[in-house]
């Protein structure tokens, strides 16, 4: 019975070790039939399925010190605030004695010889000193009709200041002081300013001192403001308040990029929408005027209406393009030319006109003496004329400071 039994389990063993062996040796027995694949044509690529990648691993920046920047730009207020100064600016006029002086029905009895007295105006603003010889920028508005200006560094140095030269249309003067060792601010190419960039105002609000502010550049090119007449202004959102005309923005690096000059705001204090000059159009009329004494600009003598839709059609135009001339100064380059009010200006040495005040202002950074193709539309007629450009008279009852 025992000999039957190992004669019986003998091949059951060596049966299971070797399917134990096959097992090892070829894992795959384990796996069931594998589907047949579906044939597909060969003109048909097959889809490729994306990958399942794990999510990247971010490093966290370390904590940054004072001196690597975002936490504090103690370092570029340092570099450029002694550099900016407080303007105060007076002038003396007359005032009537009484109130009642200024009826006509009072005056008649007096006729000119009417008692007055002098009383002392006194308005506040800011300046930059870009220039070891003393030279400040400043708002043409900060000294305007002032009869004294008298300038105060951070360092307690106080001194009287002489106009070199003003320029309305842009807001923009300059001032020079006779003292020694003067801070100068570093001028920035303003060619790299971008929205979003720190932005930081420094001047004197409200008389309390010098101030910083902090925001950032929120537009650059702004114009159509009404504000002056040749309008490329930067916009930030750094706190400017009436105190802060004529002083400086500047980067993150501490550098000039703007002199701050007006605010948008309801309630006269700031809220959020400043503009400033930028340095790129006060450097070349900081030259101007210390040069020459006065800005020198293209002219072509013509007064220009924005082209409107239903003026297209009844000049036979397509589409609104360049701008009608509405008028033209007598004896000036466009008269010179040419030109007649009615004219359409389509374009300006090959350039097309999309916007009066844009043009405007390319024109004036035109040489005087130049000559300049224009392209303008006439009875629907397309002609060119060649324009010897002149230079822009100063504003009426102005003269140049020298």
Excluded: C
């Amino acid at each position: 019975m025992r000999r039957s039994l190992i004669t019986y389990a003998l091949p059951v063993l060596i049966g299971v070790l070797l399917a134990i062996v096959l097992l090892n040796t070829f894992p795959q027995l384990l796996q069931g039939p594998s589907t047949p694949q579906t044939p597909t044509r060969q003109s048909q690529p097959a889809v490729v399925q994306p990958q399942t990648r794990p999510a990247p691993e971010l490093q966290q920046a370390a904590p940054l010190s004072r001196q690597q920047g975002p936490v504090s730009y103690s370092a570029a207020v340092e570099k450029a605030a002694p550099a900016v100064v407080n303007v105060y600016s007076s002038r003396v006029v007359a005032r009537e004695e009484h109130p009642l002086m200024s009826d006509p029905f009072f005056r008649q009895f007096f006729g000119d010889d009417l008692p007055t007295q002098q009383r002392l105006l006194s308005s506040l603003g800011s300046g930059v000193i870009v220039s070891e010889d003393g030279y400040v920028l400043t708002n043409h508005h900060v000294i305007d009709g002032a009869d004294e200006i008298q300038v105060a560094l951070r360092d307690g140095r106080e001194t009287l200041a002489e106009v070199i030269g003003t320029d309305p249309e842009s807001d923009l003067a300059v001032l020079r002081i006779g003292l020694d060792n003067l801070p100068v601010i570093e001028i920035s190419d303003t060619n790299d300013v971008a929205v979003g960039d720190i932005a930081m105002a420094i001047g004197n609000p409200f008389g309390v001192g010098q101030t910083v502010t902090m925001g950032i550049i929120s537009a650059t090119g702004r114009s159509h403001l009404g504000l002056s007449a040749y309008e490329d202004f930067i916009q930030t959102d750094a706190a400017i308040n009436p105190g802060n005309s004529g002083g400086a923005l500047v980067n993150a690096e501490g550098a000039l990029v703007g002199i701050n000059t007006a605010i948008f705001s309801r309630t006269g204090g700031s809220q959020g929408v400043g503009f400033a000059i930028p340095m790129r159009l006060a450097s070349t009329i900081l030259d101007d005027l210390v040069t020459q004494g006065r800005v020198i600009r293209g002219w072509l003598g013509v007064e220009a209406q924005e082209m409107t839709q239903d003026l297209a059609a009844s000049f036979g135009l397509v589409a609104p393009r360049g701008v009608v001339i509405s008028g033209v100064v007598p004896e000036g380059p466009a008269a010179a030319a040419g030109l007649r009010p009615g004219d359409v200006l389509l374009e300006v040495d090959g350039r097309p006109i999309l916007d009066a005040r844009a043009a405007m202002s390319d024109i004036a950074a035109i040489q005087p003496g130049a000559t300049l193709p224009l392209t303008l539309v006439r009875s629907g007629e397309t002609f060119t004329v060649d324009l010897e450009v002149g230079e822009r008279p100063l504003p009426p009852g102005r003269r140049p400071e020298r």
